[in-house]
């Protein structure tokens, strides 16, 4: 059965703008039986944004997180099995694709459950395609979230399913106070110098920041003296695309 998440937000999380828009688009998913999509640069913090709500929704939820060998047969195990259940694959149990995704439709007029795909934009056209009857066939609300890549995906190559989305929200980069607060709850704390140089760095993204500044960490150690100015500009050179 879907898992209902305890309400109780994780210490560690700052609960910032890209936490914000991430939860309560998903909680307008739920209450709508909407498809809504969720994109934001990189490093931004979606998959800390997703578990944060995986862990706080207060309604019925499951997360589908992404990888590259993820197939519909993932997603349909993902979907139709309970915990624990094991897909047969052969003897007298075994078990068609087509049996597991009625399962799934059952199980979702049955008790209708919120789906957050995490990284969406990796889906391949089989997954986007049970997602589009998932939702024709049982009206499933999801939240599917991704980087760029993902709108572009489903408006180059994935038309009958973009025409079902309600909501596209495209998240903006942290602001310069927002950044500094998630880096402090992340542990890092930097000089007024330091945290400026970063910021024309990488502005608000901070999985581009953590890399740096553990880098920096790495070669201030090497030398035996505290992180600061030298060593974050001797860690950009490992890091050609960061924003100059």
């Not at 349909?76 to 694709?97: C, F, I, Q, S």
């Amino acid at each position: 059965m879907p898992a209902v998440a305890e309400v109780q937000a994780p210490e560690t999380v700052l609960i910032n703008s890209v936490v914000k828009n991430l939860t309560a688009l998903a909680a307008r998913a739920w209450a709508k039986r909407w498809m809504i999509t969720f994109t934001a640069p990189t490093g931004i913090g979606k998959t800390t944004a997703v578990d944060y709500a995986a862990r706080t929704l207060s309604f019925d939820h499951r997360v589908l997180a992404c990888k590259q060998i993820t197939t519909r047969y993932t997603m349909l195990r993902a979907l139709g099995l309970a915990p624990g259940e094991k897909w047969t694959v052969h003897g007298r149990n075994w078990m068609r694709a087509s049996d597991l995704y009625d399962r799934v439709v059952e199980r979702i007029r049955d008790r209708p459950y919120l789906l957050v795909v995490d990284e969406a934009d990796r889906l391949s056209m089989d997954c986007m395609e049970i997602l589009r009857d998932a939702w024709d066939d049982a009206r499933l609300p999801m939240l599917l979230v991704g980087n760029e890549v993902l709108t572009e995906k489903l408006n180059r190559s994935h038309e009958r399913l973009s025409r079902r989305i309600r909501v596209r929200f495209e998240q903006r980069p942290l602001r310069e106070a927002e950044m500094r607060k998630v880096l402090e709850v992340m542990g890092y704390e930097m000089e007024d110098s330091e945290f400026a140089l970063l910021w024309k760095l990488v502005g608000g993204s901070p999985g581009f920041a953590e890399a740096l500044l553990e880098n920096a960490n790495e070669i201030a150690e090497s030398k035996g003296m505290k992180r600061g100015i030298e060593a974050l500009e001797g860690a950009v050179r490992y890091f050609p695309t960061v924003r100059k």
